[in-house]
């Protein structure tokens, strides 16, 4: 049991002790089962947001409107979240508008998959109205109720439901499966945003290749950018620590539509760094990387590039272990290692400063990368006033 396990109990002893009712929820209480690393522990209430607000002495609005307010009192913060439906659906869409409810039974009645619908109380008694224990003791990711009712209600549980699959490796129920593939076309009504962090999570998850196969057989892929079906071998062995990874692949396999992944699932400045620089160094590694290479690149760009083309079954002629080692016997290691500036070479000239001395540096850190010269003051002052300016 972790930490914010152990405040969400505090807590709902807290709220109990008031005088109303309160459970642990949702995810939680699925990876709790599944003895899976728990990450942020939910609480559920009878209370509403302002008697939450009175019984605890920190709490942060973080979504009133929506019933959730966030209790720092008990060292972890702990999302607390009144009971409540969701109100009527439109364009496919999670509603903006919640109503407020005083019993349990329908909170958990909104919520998606039978897994994620259970409650957790203090006394350690797993409330479970629709069978989700069962279904983790047989891996069956299944909606609560009528799925093509609750696909229709919101579209985006269609990518969460492969989503799942993809983090669980848990098979998607007939019917559900089913509805999604008879209401795939929905998810066009889906802000990209939320596509693309239901995206992000398939890209970190434990059974990627899995989870692309889901996207494919529910038809839902059609409906995103990416040619899954045709690169699905291409994704066989890919893993990756963070979503930036996924998102640089799916790139790099989609080169003509580049600009429709970034534009689609709405990448950030960071991500579209990173998405440039691991296929620079990738297409760098075809040829053979320079010294150059090494030492511009940060080694995880160098070993994603490297993984790149080993999930694309491209035979290469090192080890992936070697890329660190070659890294670290480079003369230098960064550009402020240099035993000269640009002060150097401008009291070395008459010359004004200007853009010719980012291209001296740069001519100095190659030859000092190639062993041309050693990277010394004088050493370097010789080679300036002979090779460099001499050959302009
Ligand atoms: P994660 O480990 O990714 O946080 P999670 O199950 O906690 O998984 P969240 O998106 O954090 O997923 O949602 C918390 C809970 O809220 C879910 O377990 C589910 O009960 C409910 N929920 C979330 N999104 C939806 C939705 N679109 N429709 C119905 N219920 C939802
Ligand atoms: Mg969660």
Not at 337 to 352: C, D, P
Request: aromatic letters at 10%.
């Amino acid at each position: 049991i972790n930490k914010e396990w152990h405040a969400a109990l505090q807590v709902i002893d807290r709220i109990e002790k008031s005088g109303f009712e309160a459970v642990i929820v949702g995810g939680a209480v699925r990876d709790h089962l599944l003895q899976r690393k728990v990450n942020d522990v939910d609480v559920a209430t009878s209370a509403l947001p302002l008697e939450i607000k009175e019984i605890f002495s920190s709490t942060v609005d973080v979504g009133i409107e929506h019933g959730t307010v966030l209790v720092l009192d008990e060292g972890e913060p702990i999302e607390v979240t009144t009971y409540r439906t969701e109100g009527t659906y439109s364009d496919y869409r999670r509603p903006e508008e919640v109503k407020f409810v005083r019993n349990l039974e329908e909170d958990l009645q909104r919520r998606d998959f039978t897994i994620n619908a259970m409650a957790f109380t203090k006394d350690g008694d797993i409330i479970d109205l629709y069978g989700g224990k069962e279904d983790i003791e047989n891996k069956v990711i299944r909606a609560v109720g009528d799925p093509n009712v609750r696909f229709r209600e919101d579209a985006l549980r269609m990518l969460r439901a492969i989503r799942f699959g993809s983090q669980l490796g848990f098979t998607i129920e007939e019917k559900t499966l089913k509805a999604i593939q008879v209401d795939s076309d929905l998810i066009d009504f889906i802000a990209n945003e939320r596509i693309a962090m239901e995206m992000a999570k398939v890209w970190k998850s434990k059974f990627v290749y899995y989870g692309l196969q889901l996207l494919i057989e529910s038809n839902l892929s059609k409906f995103l950018v990416g040619h899954f079906s045709d690169q699905l071998e291409h994704w066989r062995t890919f893993k990756a620590e963070k979503s930036e990874i996924g998102w640089a692949y799916l790139c790099l396999l989609n080169r003509q539509e580049m600009q429709d992944i970034v534009d689609f699932y709405r990448l950030s400045k960071k991500e579209k760094t990173f998405v440039r620089k691991t296929l620079n160094a990738f297409d760098a590694l075809r040829q053979k990387w320079t010294a150059m290479d090494y030492f511009s690149n940060e080694l995880e760009i160098l070993e994603t590039a490297y993984d790149f083309a080993r999930w694309q079954n491209i035979a290469l002629p090192f080890e992936k272990e070697e890329i660190h080692a070659v890294k670290n016997s480079l003369p230098i290691q960064a550009i402020d290692q240099l035993a000269i500036s640009g002060n150097h070479l401008m009291s070395w000239t008459t010359r004004k400063s200007g853009p010719w001395i980012k291209v001296a540096l740069d001519a100095a850190i190659i030859a000092v990368l190639n062993g041309y010269v050693e990277n010394e003051e004088d050493k370097l002052k010789e080679w300036f006033l002979n090779d460099f300016i001499n050959e302009g």
